[in-house]
């Protein structure tokens, strides 16, 4: 049975960093998007990068045109790029395109091609109807998809026995206080991680 990667994203701290990579997650995703309010700047990037060694490092754009992000962000010391399904300025490889439905009909009706990586953004659909059925299990056996992982300790056993995506998406976010904040939801998840997988 293959490996399920993790990816964390919303990096914007070295806390976060320093945790993640301390959980051995496979991808360490920063918040480097030039529309989004709580985007690292190029020194901020650097200098959390330069303390965590392990996990690839991937780039959250968003919407940000190639030439802009790079004259920022001058050196492309990152592996892989994490943009928004309609942003067409960066190649299929090395990218993942992020997806965030609107409803599980609008999810069910979407065309994937098979040759690329996705991020299943599911927070607009409730977690009793996203894993009810085949559907997701279905994508997953037929894409390279990573999940938000679910915010209900039952869905996340179901993710991992039965879905089995190619990878999911946990969240990091603010600190308390600087150098402070609690991972006990997430301690939760890489527990029930080490136990289902």
């Known amino acids: 049975m293959p490996k399920i990667n993790i990816k964390a994203s919303n ?20 918040q480097l998007d030039l529309s ?18 392990g996990p690839k490092i991937v780039a959250q754009v968003g919407k940000t ?18 943009c928004a399904l309609d942003n067409p300025h960066y190649p299929a490889n090395n990218t993942i395109y992020t997806y965030s439905p609107t409803s599980f009909q609008e999810l069910s009706h979407q065309a994937f091609d098979p040759q690329r990586i996705y991020h299943l953004d599911t927070q607009h659909i409730p977690e009793d109807t996203l894993y009810q059925g085949a559907l997701l ?4 056996a037929q894409q390279s998809i990573f999940i938000s992982a679910p915010n209900n300790e039952g869905y996340i056993r179901q993710l ?4 089995r ?13 600087v ?10 998840f890489f527990e029930h991680l080490e136990i289902y997988s």
Request: charged fraction near 35%; charge should be negative; include cysteine.
């Open 160 to 163: 991992i026995e039965d879905i």
């Open 137 to 140: 299990q279905e994508l997953c």
């Open 11 to 30: 990096i914007a701290n070295l806390t976060d960093a320093r945790y993640f990579a301390a959980m051995l997650v496979d991808f360490l995703e920063f």
């Open 179 to 188: 150098g402070f904040k609690s991972y006990e939801e997430l301690d939760v």
């Open 36 to 53: 989004h309010d709580e985007r690292l700047s190029s020194i901020e990037y650097h200098g959390i990068k330069a303390w965590v060694e």
């Open 65 to 82: 045109p190639k030439d802009l992000f790079q004259e920022i962000y001058k050196s492309e010391d990152y592996d892989l790029i994490n």
């Open 165 to 177: 995506p190619y990878g999911i998406d946990v969240k990091g976010g603010a600190e308390e206080k």
